[in-house]
Every structure is written in structure tokens, then in C-alpha cells.
Nanobody, 127 residues
Framework: QVRLVESGGGLVQAGGSLRLSCVAS????????ISWFRQAPGREREFVAG????????EYTDSVKGRFTISRDNAKNTVYLQMNSLKPEDTAVYYC????????????????????WGQGTQVTVSS
């Protein structure tokens, strides 16, 4: 019902920047929240940043605050993740995810909160 396609990953040196894009199609009108997660080898998938499809509320994990910015362009059905001052610790596969119906007032930051996922895009930061 909702298709998500990520792009923009690549290889950068520490201190560099990347901009990820997530294009949504299908029943986007049913989407409440779109977020970025990441997963490094041997690590659990973790929440990075999220934004409400309508409205302005955003949320970030502490490790990326001040460096990453999530934004949206509703006309293009696209969510962006601008990543600055990248560190080797940011190396991971980054996934876009959509939550359709929130059941609680808290901001969705758990993997189980989300209904649809993109295929992922690799981000590698070298030292």
C-alpha cells in the first residue's frame, strides 16, 4: 500500500556530508510518520530521525542531534535526511520507514511501530 525507495548513499570521508532521499508512493495519505533507521553489521536496527507527514514535529536520536536534519517535501512525496559532519560510527545501511496509524501519543521510535520499509541504502564513512 505504501512503497518507499531510498537513494543517496555512498562513500565519504569523515567530516563530509551526504543527503539521503526517500520517495513514497501509494497510500501516502494514510501515513502519519516517516523515519530513518540505520543498521550496522552485528548491531540492532536503530532509530535515527523521524518526521510527521503533516505538521512539523521531528525527533532525533541523541548521537545525531546537531549533525543530521530530517525534512519533507509533500508535493514530491519525499523525505530527506541531510547528514553533515559524518563520522565512521555513522557507517550503516540506512532505511526509510512509514508508520500508518499511531496508536499512542508518543513519537514512534521503535522498529515495531512501522508498517512499511524501503530496501535500504549503504552509507560508508572512512577515517
Amino acid at each position: 500500500q505504501v512503497r518507499l525507495v531510498e537513494s543517496g548513499g555512498g562513500l565519504v570521508q569523515a567530516g563530509g556530508s551526504l543527503r539521503l532521499s526517500c520517495v513514497a508512493s501509494g497510500r501516502t495519505f494514510s501515513t502519519d510518520t516517516i523515519s530513518w533507521f540505520r543498521q550496522a553489521p552485528g548491531r540492532e536496527r536503530e532509530f535515527v530521525a523521524g518526521i510527521k507527514w503533516s505538521g512539523s514535529r521531528t525527533e532525533y536520536t541523541d548521537s545525531v542531534k546537531g549533525r543530521f536534519t530530517i525534512s519533507r517535501d509533500n508535493a514530491k512525496n519525499t523525505v530527506y535526511l541531510q547528514m553533515n559532519s559524518l563520522k565512521p560510527e555513522d557507517t550503516a545501511v540506512y532505511y526509510c520507514a512509514a508508520e500508518l496509524t499511531p496508536y499512542y501519543s508518543r513519537f514512534a521510535s521503535f522498529v515495531g511501530d512501522y508498517d512499511y520499509w524501503g530496501q535500504g541504502t549503504q552509507v560508508t564513512v572512512s577515517s
